[in-house]
């Protein structure tokens, strides 16, 4: 008998929500709906006051807009009756968070509080919550915090206490009025189940919370004394296990989705984490890299180690019985992106048009013409700051050996070879602790569009680079852990094992390119290490004179 699962993937941009055969992982339908108010990192709806550089928001009632748009979509393009559908899943970007009344009510969604900034969902790249990350950071070193060690020594502004420090310090009302600080992927379980679970692997990885549970209360109030019960007051100290049953669609719930009443809603998850078991890996040594507008990182691993600059490592995060490692870079898709956006001359968008290709794909075709090192350039890929391994918001781009020869295409070129070095950096930092990595496994949009970048990769990393089976394989991975909630599979090792997917393309480091890209990661080192380790602040000084400039 016929039974089937819906995964949504929450992106930066938009919600996608994936119909999926759960006897063999066949994905019989899909359907995106981006956000009506997309990223806010200009002013607020219906406002035209600026926000402050490095504030990037979104609108809760956007999520339930994709809800009430995909999966009824989904169910008439696949041609499946609401009573087949045994479980939905969600992922989400993180951390991304939002105060809440006891209720759930978004402050954002109440008159008096809508044209207040801080009352908004906190996007995982809002990155405005730097000084409040260092805070963290050097009151726990100061008082010999554990836990930090589990965080690479850092923890990062796109952290979850980083945010809400933010709120106390600079909205100390916005921080009274909300009864809850919530991670998005949560308050949306909430909508769709009536119930208020938190999940484990958002906890463990973006809010400090080890075996021992969250830091303790005298550190909340080191750093200030109204933060002390910070997680007593609005938050939650039991968690809901990945692959769990959070509870079953409320009555509302159904009515958006044209789903069944009491239909199996799984406990939530991270896009990147509910990603590694969607391209069947499950066994230490693949490393699993999201590619899209950043990039994350995941492994597992059977021993704990303290890793530089790794986001997080948690027990049972990613694949129940390993340790869970996360690293990630803050800017990888949004680089190309900002270069094609604002920075690539007319005439070759006009070329690109006129060869029927999208601009992306004629600057590759273009950069693809190239040898390693032919451009002549080097890039630091910190557009967006440095998330694995420096964990530092406030560094910025940087790109060096331009010439009035330099053209488009071979700055493409170089931002593409900038982020694989960073990846680069990554891996080295865990072979170095002795987390092996011996395979790469590349998902998202970035590696299925861009044949060049598939190859820089494997050539600077010197590993075999594989592909996700899917388009879509964070909400594939949502779609399998809501099989194992709705109980259709014991495990996600089970679910994995028959519905997991990998293309049979494997892209092999080329052999002659190698000295090149390694004498070009040497120099990249340099740069990386002179401006990202205190060598050279120029970076800092620049960004505090923009800030003094605008008078922030």
Known sequence: ?????????????????????????????????????????????????????????????????????????????????????KGIAIDFTACTMLPTKADGTPLCGLDEWRNHPHAWIKLWKHHAAQPEADQINETARQRGENWLQRYGGKISSEWFFSKAL?????????????????EAADW???????????????????????????????????LHPDFADVVDSKMQRTFGQLGQKAGGLTAQAAAWTGLREGT???????????????????RPGT??????????HMLIGDKLQAVEGMCGVVRDGIIPGYYGYEAGQSGVGDIFAWFVNHAVPPEYHEAAKKAGLPIHSYLE???????????????????????????????????????????????????IEATAFGTRVIIEAFEGRGVPVTEIIAAGGLPEKNALLKQIYADVTGRPFKLAGSPQAPAL??????????????????????????????????AAHRPIYDQLYADYKMLYDTFGRGG????????????????E
């Open 365 to 415: 075709q273009e950069a693809a013409k190239q040898k390693p090192g032919e451009h002549g350039l080097l890039a630091l890929d910190w557009w967006n700051g440095n998330r694995s391994t420096l964990v530092d918001a406030d560094l910025t781009g940087l790109l060096i050996g331009g010439t009035l020869g330099t053209r488009a295409p071979d700055i493409y070129r170089a931002l």
């Open 1 to 85: 008998m016929a039974s089937y699962t819906i995964g949504v993937d929450f992106g930066t941009e938009s919600g996608r929500a994936l119909l999926v055969d759960t006897r063999d992982g066949r994905e019989v339908a899909s359907a995106v709906h981006p956000y009506g108010d997309g990223v806010i990192d200009q002013h607020l709806p219906g406002s035209d006051k600026p926000l402050p550089p490095d504030w990037a928001l979104q609108n809760p009632f956007d999520y339930i807009d994709v809800l009430k748009h995909t999966i009824p979509a989904v169910l008439k393009q696949g041609g499946v009756s609401a009573d087949e559908v």
């Open 188 to 222: 949306v379980i909430w909508q769709l189940t009536g119930v208020e679970v938190r999940n484990a692997c958002t906890a463990g990885y973006k809010a400090m919370v080890q075996d021992e549970g969250y830091p303790s209360r005298e550190y909340f109030a080191a």
């Open 536 to 551: 050279n602040d120029v970076m800092k000084r620049l960004k505090a004179l923009r800030r003094a400039a605008r008078g």
């Open 477 to 510: 991975g949502s779609a399998m852990h809501a099989a194992v909630a709705a109980g259709i599979y014991p495990n996600i090792e089970a679910a994995a094992e028959t519905m997991g997917k990998l293309k049979d393309e494997v892209v092999e480091p080329i």
């Open 264 to 282: 199996a809603v799984a406990v939530a998850n991270v896009d990147a984490h509910v990603t590694y078991p969607a391209v069947k890996a499950t």
């Open 166 to 182: 933010q709120i106390l310090h600079e909205a100390p009302e916005v921080y009274q009025a909300a009864d809850r600080l919530i």
């Open 287 to 296: 490393m699993v890299i999201i590619m899209g507008t950043s990039s994350c």
